[in-house]
């Protein structure tokens, strides 16, 4: 057993250590966005999608991946968008080998 005076400090070291992960791994995930969602936008003209279309199924995604939505909400999200967006979805989902009915 570690005696009580050794331990002091610990607890605020490991809060800081904690905030310091926390603080690198949202600078990390900004820019993995960042650079995803340029990536996605080369890919537009490509899938077919005008640039309101798929700006409005990256916001549907987004929306769903904040939400931590299971696949059945964010059909339903990319439902609404309608048209253009749910065939392109469409076909997304079937290239990843799975159906989107």
């Known amino acids: ?9 610990m607890g605020s070291l490991a809060e800081t250590t904690a905030a310091d992960v926390d603080a690198k791994l949202k600078d990390e995930e900004a820019e993995l966005l960042k650079n995803t969602a ?10 077919g999608l005008s640039k309101e279309d798929f700006e409005k199924l990256v916001a549907a995604v987004n929306e769903s991946t ?3 939505e299971d696949a ?16 392109v979805a469409s ?8 159906t989107l009915t």
Do not use: C, S, W, Y
């Open 1 to 9: 057993m570690i005696p009580i005076d050794e331990t002091e400090g």
């Open 72 to 87: 059945a909400l964010l059909k339903k999200r990319i439902d609404k968008l309608g048209g253009a967006v749910v065939n």
């Open 38 to 47: 340029t990536k996605l936008e080369d890919f537009r003209p490509i899938i």
């Open 91 to 98: 076909k997304i989902v079937q290239l990843a080998g799975k």
């Open 66 to 68: 904040r939400r931590n």
